[in-house]
């Protein structure tokens, strides 16, 4: 059973342009969160989404960034006009149901530099 | 907002040894979870707490949680170079389910 699958792991992307970065969660994995993380800090939280859906996206700045996750495909989270600040590790989990004991599973992230 | 502190923020220890960090935290909690990271990769959940239990036991680790005093710990007994991470307490407030991470205990376990 595959675990959470980001792609790509490293992308670099030049200011102004846009990064996209996917997200495959576990097998019978509904819920999906994203999470950032800058160096030697914790995950920050951005958005929840289940299919179809984006159930919390609190943690989302509004400008720029989206994030989807489609009834067929991976979960996408989408940074455009990029700028040096975006740069950071961008993490996707997944869990089988909403609920504060379902432990997260991760994927091992996108490395995001913005040059 | 940042919701888990933990401290140290790094510990080196030679195998064997024990190694015990903490995590303080601000708001009333369902459960609060450990997780580790090794360097370049995703996180890797541990153990589970929740809000009602004083103490937990998974292998080599044991978890303690006071909520009077808001925090817990996270022991790791007999170290191996393989616990060489980083670790991170997590804690989902009582209204709401997600995950709030601290900023995390860079653990190195010298051979």
């Known amino acids: 059973n595959a675990g959470v699958m980001q792609n790509p792991r490293h992308l670099v992307r030049r200011r102004g342009q846009e990064a996209r970065l996917r997200c495959s969660p576990m097998k019978g994995h509904s819920h999906v969160y994203w999470y950032r993380q800058l160096p030697e800090e914790g995950l920050k939280f951005m958005v929840y989404l289940q299919k179809e859906n984006i159930i919390d996206e609190s943690g989302m700045p509004k400008e720029r960034f989206s994030a989807e996750f489609p009834k067929e495909g991976p979960s996408i989270l989408r940074i455009q006009q990029v700028v040096r600040g975006d740069s950071a590790a961008y993490f996707c989990?997944?869990?089988?149901?909403?609920?504060?004991?379902?432990?997260?599973?991760f994927g091992n992230g996108t490395r995001l530099t913005v040059t | 907002s940042q919701q888990g502190e933990e401290d140290p923020q790094a510990l080196s220890i030679q195998e064997g040894e024990n190694a015990t960090m903490n995590c303080s935290y601000k708001?009333?909690?369902?459960?609060l979870q450990w997780y580790r990271q090794n360097s370049g990769r995703g996180l890797v959940h541990l153990i589970l707490?929740?809000?009602?239990?004083r103490e937990k036991h998974s292998g080599r680790l044991r978890v303690t949680l006071d909520t009077s005093k808001k925090s817990s710990s996270l022991l790791i007994t007999a170290s191996r170079a393989a616990d060489t991470a980083s670790y991170f307490c997590?804690?989902?407030?009582?209204?709401?389910?997600?995950?709030?991470f601290g900023a995390g205990t860079t653990v190195t376990v010298r051979a």
């Open positions: 989990a997944s869990s089988p149901e909403q609920g504060s004991e379902s432990p997260l599973h």
């Open positions: 997590a804690t989902v407030s009582s209204n709401d389910y997600k995950l709030s």
């Open positions: 708001t009333s909690i369902n459960n």
């Open positions: 707490i929740r809000s009602n239990e």
